[in-house]
């Protein structure tokens, strides 16, 4: 066991070095504006995967915190004037408070009972953000939302600056949530998910344990909705739509669920999917359920975990078994639900 964990540890390290570095230099040859719209997105799937691969739960609704971070920080950052680490911080606390309530009402529930509910109560926000005209701007959304100034000296609305601003804070929030998934609190609720009615046994409070994951993964949402108005200077409906529900889905699946690392490449893939495939117009959402359908069929654990299985095949092959490439005990929700 201890062995395991020594390398897991150096694992989550690698990978944590891997990202920076890599993040540091892709400016080199990727459009900032592009990296920075896919590190929304990644901490979006990530903050569902959280929820997913720890506590087992499939939600369909986590639109209502994206959507809900991306107006609050918006509304804030051009009506209030605040500074944009006060924003995405108020962003934060909001989509905590909803997550505490909804949650609530959603913990208790499993499979596909969850699932709906949680898609109920996304469109709930999404009525209300449609309706709720004078603080959302309805069908226009609020635009122009200025960038404003970190800690009210360094100019965001240079995208040098916002962009190292938009990797530190996915750095550090990446980190926070290693710290989750290895921590005791992590173990228990992996208890949970492979057998609820054992932890019960052992003394867990099994749904205070699920409320907790699912607050942390609202709150990680609402933060991802106010970096992505941050970068795209806009708040709109679509933050808040069913189809925003389903991205960190399909991200996740395409990725896996093995590691944090499986979400980042699955919003890699889409929205360089977005990105470049954009002059097909509607055809965007048939290829990108092709691909899905595909992945899902071809590498059920996720396109990281089939990589990370190539490497251990190859080393076998050459005599070497590396010992820093960690596997994580994960059961695949993916792999479960085919």
Known sequence: MKE?????????HRTFLLLAILLILAPIVLYPLFVMKFISYALF????????????????????????????????????????EVAILLALVCCSALGVFFGALVVRKQGIVFALTTLALSQMV?????????????????QAVPRGYLLGLIDLGNDTNLYYFVIALFLAIFLFLQRVTTSPFGNALRAVRDNEQRAISLGYQTHRLKLIVYVISAAMSGAAGGVK?????????????????????????????????GPIVGAL?????????????????????????????????????????????????????????????VKSESAEMG
């Open 126 to 142: 999404y009525f209300i953000s449609l309706q709720w005209t004078s603080v959302t701007g309805g069908e226009d959304g609020i």
């Open 45 to 84: 799937a990530m903050a569902f995967a959280l929820l997913l691969r720890y506590a087992g739960l499939m939600a369909f609704g986590h639109a209502a915190y994206f959507g809900l971070g991306s107006y609050v920080s918006g509304y804030a950052l051009k009506y209030f004037h605040i500074s944009p």
């Open 229 to 261: 108005v941050l970068v795209m200077q806009v708040a709109t409906l679509a933050d808040v739509h069913l189809n925003m529900s389903i991205e960190p889905v399909i991200m996740t699946l395409l990725g896996g669920i093995g590691t944090l690392l």
């Open 4 to 12: 395991t964990n020594m390398r897991n540890t150096i694992y989550e």
């Open 269 to 329: 893939i889409v929205t360089s999917m977005e990105n470049y495939l954009a002059g097909l117009g509607a055809w965007v959402v048939f290829f990108k359920g092709l691909i899905l359908v595909a992945c899902v069929m071809l590498f059920r654990d996720g396109i990281v975990e089939f990589v990370g299985q190539l490497i251990r095949y190859f080393s076998r092959r050459a005599g070497f078994e590396p010992k820093t490439i960690a596997r994580y005990e």
